[in-house]
């Protein structure tokens, strides 16, 4: 078995699965470039190998990390229905 060398990232984001080579970018530049295309919004959670981004700007990517983008939670507005 051989061993092989990882230079790429798993970005996840919904439906969308892409092996890009990102690393040695922060997550908040990595997020602008992808936002358009993945339709993202600005206040999308971060999460880099299980563990939630706090800082995009100082969290550089490394080769072989998996980068879940994740859209927050949208609150719904519950119909108001009205009975004669």
Same mark, same amino acid.
């Given at each position: 078995m051989? +061993? *092989? =060398?990882?230079k790429? +990232?798993?970005? %996840? ?8 080579? %990102?690393?040695?970018?922060? &997550?908040?530049? &990595? !997020?602008?470039?992808?936002? !358009? ?7 999308? %959670?971060? =999460?880099?190998?299980?563990? =939630?981004? !706090?800082? $995009?700007?100082? @969290?550089?990517? *490394?080769p072989?990390?998996? #980068?879940?983008? #994740?859209?927050?939670? *949208?609150?719904? $507005? $519950?119909?108001? @229905?009205?009975?004669?």
């Open positions: 051989t +061993n *092989q =060398i990882v790429t +990232n798993h970005i %996840v984001c919904g439906a969308n699965n892409v092996d890009l080579d %990102v690393a040695g970018y922060s &997550v908040a530049e &990595v !997020e602008e470039a992808l936002a !358009e295309v993945l339709n993202l919004e600005t206040d999308a %959670v971060v =999460i880099v190998d299980g563990e =939630i981004v !706090e800082d $995009k700007n100082a @969290t550089i990517l *490394q072989g990390q998996r #980068v879940e983008l #994740v859209r927050p939670k *949208q609150t719904k $507005k $519950k119909a108001r @229905t009205s009975r004669s």
